[in-house]
């Protein structure tokens, strides 16, 4: 059975930091993209990051680039999100995903394999 676990969110000041990890188990996990998304209240779900089988290469999306920071722990099955200089607007349910494969890369959320259950990013003024 394949499960993705997201863990490490909470709520945080605005320029304050959070670390996201996802432990995944029931997969072979460097056989897929991986990748964070995030649905903000009142938006759809949008593509944060992703990252390649062997992590070597990442995309990170225009609004947080430069703030965040997408890697992979393949030994550990484990897939982490790094945010920095949180905003308000960042503010989102964070969701874990797994792809064998992407004709963009990363992928779209009906092209997504596997998902996990989200964690919940709270930033405040």
């Known amino acids: 059975q394949v499960q993705l676990a997201e863990s490490g969110g909470g709520l945080v000041q605005a320029g304050g930091s959070l670390r996201l990890s996802c432990i995944t188990s029931g997969m072979t996990f460097d056989d897929y993209i991986m990748g964070w998304f995030r649905r903000a209240p009142g938006k759809e779900r949008a593509g944060v990051s992703c990252?390649?089988?062997?992590?070597?290469?990442?995309k990170t999306a225009d609004s947080v680039k430069g703030r965040f920071t997408i890697s992979r722990a393949n030994a550990k099955n484990t897939l982490y999100l790094q945010m920095d200089s949180l905003e308000p607007d960042d503010t989102a349910m964070y969701y874990c995903?797994?792809?064998?494969?992407?004709?963009?890369?990363?992928?779209?959320?009906?092209?997504?394999?596997?998902w996990g259950q989200g964690t919940q990013v709270t930033v405040s003024l």
């Open positions: 995903a797994a792809v064998r494969s992407s004709p963009n890369f990363c992928p779209a959320s009906r092209d997504v394999r596997y």
């Open positions: 990252i390649s089988w062997s992590g070597k290469t990442t």
